[in-house]
């Protein structure tokens, strides 16, 4: 039996599970400090990289919107982006109801154990949700201009450079506003210029390396969810 005209296919809402997964993951990791050795020397970073926890996630919601928007266009690559913007706070309205609720005597975690953990510190809301908007609308921007200009040839040019270009504008807004902006002005204790920068580095240099690394699963998804769409009331054909 086919499907109606307009109904959702399954890659379609597993690239938006996946997005939005990714992005409420990075939503309530980004607060922890990750430290990886290396075995060669960087300025500013040494032999070790650091980077916010929220790193690899936040780097896989752009595997999934280039694919998104590769297969089903621009504006529908814009309305993930926004109202997946949306759930993130949806997310962090149950985090916050949840920790202000009584906590049972006997429940294994406490609930000094659970806001540590889960409740995101407002410098990390703020950092997150303003690199979000910015860099993941410039991913979908980019990522059309330029097939504007290729046609379906080069995918692989316009997801490394949608997604080199978008992550370090988000690297530098979101380690800037969460970690010297934010407490700057809230009173807190600003970090220093060269963790800060290290951060940045660190961050991005993950990220770099997952957008050239995952550019080959790209071409598979896009490839694997065009030959799976027969008819053009399948949903799943690409966008011209």
Not at 86 to 111: H, I, K
Request: proline share 6%; with cysteine.
């Amino acid at each position: 039996m086919s499907e109606s005209p307009g109904t959702p296919t399954l890659p379609q809402v597993a690239l938006i599970a996946v997005f939005v997964t990714a992005l409420v993951t990075a939503q309530l990791t980004a607060a922890k400090i990750l430290a990886f050795s290396i075995p060669l020397s960087l300025p500013l970073t040494g032999s070790e990289l650091v980077m916010p926890g929220a790193a690899l996630a936040y780097a896989l919601t752009y595997f999934a919107s280039d694919c998104y928007t590769e297969l089903y266009g621009k504006r529908a690559g814009q309305i993930v982006v926004n109202a997946a913007f949306a759930m993130n706070f949806v997310a962090l309205a149950l985090v916050l109801s949840t920790a202000a609720a009584p906590v049972y005597q006997f429940s294994p975690v406490g609930a000094g154990e659970f806001e540590s953990v889960l409740l995101p510190a407002g410098s990390i809301v703020a950092g997150s949700s303003i690199a979000y908007l910015v860099s993941q609308n410039w991913d979908v921007w980019l990522f059309h201009r330029i097939r504007e200009e290729t046609g379906r040839e080069k995918l692989w040019l316009r997801n490394i450079a949608s997604t080199g270009t978008s992550q370090a504008i988000d690297t530098v807004i979101f380690v800037s506003v969460a970690f010297y902006i934010a407490p700057s002005v809230i009173g807190g204790d600003p970090m220093e210029f060269t963790p800060l920068a290290a951060l940045m580095i660190g961050q991005y240099i993950l990220k770099l390396a997952i957008a050239l690394v995952d550019t080959p699963i790209v071409y598979a998804v896009v490839r694997l969810v065009r030959e799976r769409s027969t008819t053009p009331t399948s949903g799943a054909v690409a966008a011209e």
